[in-house]
């Protein structure tokens, strides 16, 4: 396999990576937003779960920029793979 395959498919796994960590961290989000929505503030602490959910935010707005990066390399090299295999074929 070549080398810009391998690149690739090692791309391929780290998009994967990410897009599952991000569902999880949209997930957790989720998952506070209804625990507020079924108990309420009276024995949560509000400005915490606040804390909580944007720093969540937070570390899911750093995963989204590493994806988009991930993703403009993957078609980079992706356009490079295509090109070299339409010149060997020639």
Request: charged residues 25%.
């Amino acid at each position: 396999m070549s080398v810009s395959l391998e690149k690739y498919e090692h791309l391929l796994f780290e998009e994967n990576d990410l897009v599952y960590k991000i569902r999880t961290y949209q997930q957790v989000i989720a998952a506070i937003m209804m625990l507020v929505h079924e108990r309420g503030t009276n024995d949560l602490h509000l400005l915490t779960i606040e804390e909580i959910i944007t720093d969540m935010h937070s570390a899911e707005l750093i995963h989204q920029s590493e994806l988009l990066h991930l993703r403009l390399a993957k078609s980079v090299l992706s356009n490079s793979i295509t090109r070299k295999l339409k010149t060997t074929n020639q």
